[in-house]
């Protein structure tokens, strides 16, 4: 759902911040439901993990979006547009990159 984020105008500070804070908020929704589930331990498992790493990624969304925005009304679009088609290539392969990690960690 956050990619999603990357295709829209960087003009749209609230749709694109929406979208993000969405991915966030349903994400900490999941972490919760998962974490009640789990036994009480003093150390990170591979879910703890994985959940801060998708939050990492959520918050650099939304800081790109924020980012953009500034660009787009400082009247440089142009960067803004660039930046955002840049993200659209780099966010997959960060995902791509943690689920790799992750895999090989298990």
Request: hydrophobic share 60%; aromatic share 14%.
């Amino acid at each position: 759902m956050a990619y999603l984020v990357f295709f829209l105008p960087a003009a749209q500070l609230d749709t694109s911040a929406s979208v993000a804070m969405t991915a966030l908020l349903s994400c900490m929704a999941y972490n919760v439901a998962v974490s009640q589930n789990m036994p009480e331990i003093g150390y990170l498992v591979l879910s703890d993990k994985f959940f801060i790493a998708t939050y990492v990624l959520l918050l650099m969304t939304l800081g790109q979006t924020f980012a953009t925005f500034v660009l787009d009304a400082n009247g440089r679009a142009e960067l803004a547009l660039r930046i955002d088609k840049q993200w659209r290539v780099a966010f997959p392969l960060m995902v791509a990159a943690i689920f790799a990690f992750f895999i090989a960690s298990v």
